[in-house]
């Protein structure tokens, strides 16, 4: 009787879970990892409210792969060889939090992909061959908090990609092939906390790109190609707690100006160089190599020079001037006057 019972509980269990992966009802669990897997598994239970399909050998995940799917929350694909998500294939995920596409061979996103998830929190698309990102690709991810590109191959992002999404506390872009930050890309992001843009190819910010980040905790930008910066870049920050700036590993041109944008930066209060001790000098030829620290007041020593040559020669031709201006009123004086008068 109890064994007959048994049979038909795990028979129900069976009925419902694919071939090669695990479930665990009661939990609402479906484990398929590491199984070898090379397609999206049709009959998972309705009820899963996790879905790990990591490490298998995915290459697309065809449309409607997850239909009738409501209860899931959490879905990993990371570590498969995914380059393809059909049209429709993210549909009815309307309650997912959690997806996980890292560690695959995504060059782009459909249009669609985010028509239905509209509930997700977490994006993971870390390790992926994305090249470049445009509107709506990301229209309707208007929940989301955590965002990860890091280690693609992007190097642009469309400006508006990312307007949707004001609730963005964490983006990483880290590892990319970024060379503008541009005015604009960021404009919405009233809440963001954490930037990371280090590893890119950055070598110039635009005056607005960074206006206005309100909330912004952390700015890494360690790793581009930043020779110079305006200080007013840096004026849309104004988090109330301090937000802490990451620039070493640039080739900063160490020369006057330099010393006096890093001098305001470090001047204001809720603006912090967190490397300032780590910053090396890309150029001039002759400072190459010394740290912005070390050189410091001397970088405006030879403009200071100048100004004071230039400043005592102005001086020295003026009285010159003037001398001679003496002289010469003096001896106009002294000639007699021709008419006899
Ligand atoms: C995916 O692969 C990367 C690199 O090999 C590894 O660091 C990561 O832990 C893996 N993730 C999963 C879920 O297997
Ligand atoms: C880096 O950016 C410069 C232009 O700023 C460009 O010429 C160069 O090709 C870029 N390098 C890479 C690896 O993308």
New binding site residues.
């Given amino acids: 009787m109890w064994w007959a019972a048994l049979l038909l509980l795990s028979s129900v269990g069976v009925a419902s879970c694919p071939g090669r992966c695990l479930c665990f009802p009661s939990s609402n669990l479906v484990n398929c990892q590491s199984r070898e897997l090379t397609r999206v598994p049709q009959r998972v239970p309705h009820g899963a409210w996790l879905v790990d399909l990591s490490r298998n050998r995915l290459t697309e995940v065809q449309g409607h792969a997850f239909t009738g799917l409501w209860s899931l929350r959490i879905l990993l694909l990371s570590n498969n060889s995914i380059h393809v998500l059909e049209p429709q294939s993210l549909s009815s995920l309307q309650f997912l939090e959690t997806l996980d596409l890292s560690f695959n061979r995504l060059e782009r996103l459909p249009p669609d992909f985010s028509q239905s998830l509209g509930s997700l929190l977490e994006l993971r698309l870390q390790h992926n061959l994305l090249v470049h990102l445009a509107p709506p690709t990301m229209d309707r991810l208007e929940n989301l908090r955590k965002l990860d590109l890091g280690h693609n191959l992007i190097r642009t992002l469309e400006a508006g990609l990312l307007n949707r999404l004001g609730h963005l506390r964490y983006l990483n872009l880290e590892g990319n092939?970024l060379?503008v930050l541009e005015d604009g890309l960021l404009a919405r992001q009233q809440r963001l906390e954490v930037l990371r843009l280090g590893h890119n190819?950055i070598?110039l910010m635009e005056s607005e790109a960074l206006a206005p980040l309100p909330a912004l905790n952390l700015l890494g930008l360690r790793g581009n190609?930043l020779e110079h910066v305006h200080f007013r870049v840096f004026l849309g920050l104004r988090s109330t707690s301090s937000t802490y700036l990451q620039l070493s590993f640039n080739p900063w041109t160490c020369d006057c100006e330099l010393h006096r944008v890093f001098g305001k930066i470090r001047h204001v209060r809720y603006l912090r160089v967190e490397d300032y001790e780590e910053i090396i000098c890309g150029g001039p030829a002759t400072l190459a190599g010394a740290s912005l620290s070390s050189l410091d007041g001397r970088l405006c020593l030879a403009e200071t020079s100048a100004v004071l040559v230039i400043t005592l020669t102005v001086v020295l031709a003026v009285i010159c001037a003037l001398v001679k201006a003496k002289r010469s009123s003096a001896s106009k004086r002294s000639v007699p006057d021709p008419l006899g008068n």
């Fill in positions: 092939r060379s190819n070598s190609r």
